[in-house]
């Protein structure tokens, strides 16, 4: 879809003050059956069992653990929904390392070597390949591997640091953040590598770019006004958007938290806030109208929002009743409902197809 012009400042905050009285933190939550119901199955990190672990969960079955006596979380699941990448911390003679892996049909097949760090994966749209970063020649760059293993290929080799690949819908490029011009901006390339180009952008931070799913935009995280806010513009940086995440209900100022999430039809965003008193609430923002909805109460301390594959529903994390535990719920904030009663954090969310 296309970016719309933004509402001026003044239409923003009525809009986030209305979608905040409007909000309804009770309403009936869904029955085992319709939970049952839901498409796809989650995936995400948990302590619950002793060691840190990637877990599925298929809707109306208990948690399973996928991971084995390794320290490892779940980053980010195949297109195809039967893959996924986890993150392993190993101890070498040189010490702790992050090593990224993919474990498909029950196996675990390495893609890096125990050393140095690698992180943030992102898979190619036919689930053939991957992009991330590591530190295994530098300070940090961005490489690429077949998800059958092989020769890992480097695809960034600049000593300020590349940073935080996500590979677009197409396949043909890749956008990440680089501090190459002295400060984090974000960069397009090829997805071999070749033709980087910035972004043009602010005069100040951004990072953390994440593709719209149909290619049209790029939402990043921004700094330009010197507080984090949600910015999504054209891949060409072009018709830039600055979503005012940072403002609330009555005026009051909330941060960013953690990293938005695009609706599959690309409509709409989810994202976390953190208000001065420590709560943490999930929004999302619709790109035609400019409306901010808050979805969970501050004091509901909810985060990390996923959508489903329809994008009919949101999963979530919330400590609510004391450890993080998943939930989900409507798009629209109702019927919110608790998955997971287990000692021990939850966290990572995934929500596979």
Do not use: K
């Not at 909000?23 to 049952?36: G, H, I």
């Not at 690309?266 to 208000?275: Q, V």
């Amino acid at each position: 879809m296309g970016i719309p012009p933004p509402p001026g400042p003044f239409a923003l905050v009525v809009l986030l003050a209305l979608a905040a009285c409007s909000l309804e933190p009770t309403s009936r939550p869904l029955s085992d059956a319709e939970v049952a119901g839901l498409p796809g199955e989650l995936l995400f990190t948990s302590e619950r069992d002793g060691p840190r672990g990637a877990y599925r969960l298929a809707f109306g079955a208990a948690p399973e653990r996928i991971s084995d006596d390794h320290d490892e979380v779940a980053l980010a699941v195949s297109p195809d929904g039967r893959a996924v990448v986890v993150g392993r911390t190993v101890e070498t003679p040189a010490g702790l390392r992050e090593q990224l892996a993919i474990r498909e049909a029950g196996e675990l097949r390495l893609l890096t070597p125990p050393r140095g760090r690698a992180r943030n994966p992102s898979w190619s749209p036919d689930g053939r390949w991957l992009a991330f970063e590591s530190d295994l020649d530098g300070f940090s760059d961005v490489y690429r591997a077949a998800r059958d293993g092989g020769d890992l290929v480097r695809l960034t080799a600049d000593p300020a640091g590349n940073f935080e690949p996500a590979v677009s819908p197409s396949g043909a490029e890749i956008v990440f953040a680089s501090s190459r011009d002295h400060q984090a901006e974000v960069y397009r390339m090829a997805a071999d590598g070749a033709d980087p180009v910035r972004v043009p952008a602010s005069p100040r931070d951004e990072w953390r770019p994440r593709w719209a799913p149909d290619g049209s935009a790029v939402a990043v995280l921004s700094n330009e006004r010197g507080r984090d806010e949600l910015v999504v513009m054209r891949p060409d940086g072009s018709a830039r958007q600055r979503l005012n995440a940072s403002r609330a209900d009555g005026g009051a100022l909330e941060a960013l938290e953690g990293e938005p999430a695009w609706a599959p039809d690309a409509s709409a965003l989810a994202y976390t806030t953190r208000t001065r008193d420590g709560g943490t609430r999930i929004w999302t923002v619709d790109l035609a109208t400019g409306t901010h909805r808050a979805l969970t109460a501050p004091d509901a301390l909810s985060h990390g929002p996923v959508w489903s594959p329809d994008g009919r529903w949101i999963a979530f994390v919330s400590e609510r009743h004391g450890d993080p535990e998943l939930y989900v719920m409507r798009a629209d904030g109702s019927r919110q409902t608790r998955l997971t009663r287990a000692p021990g954090p939850d966290s990572g969310l995934l929500w596979a197809p």
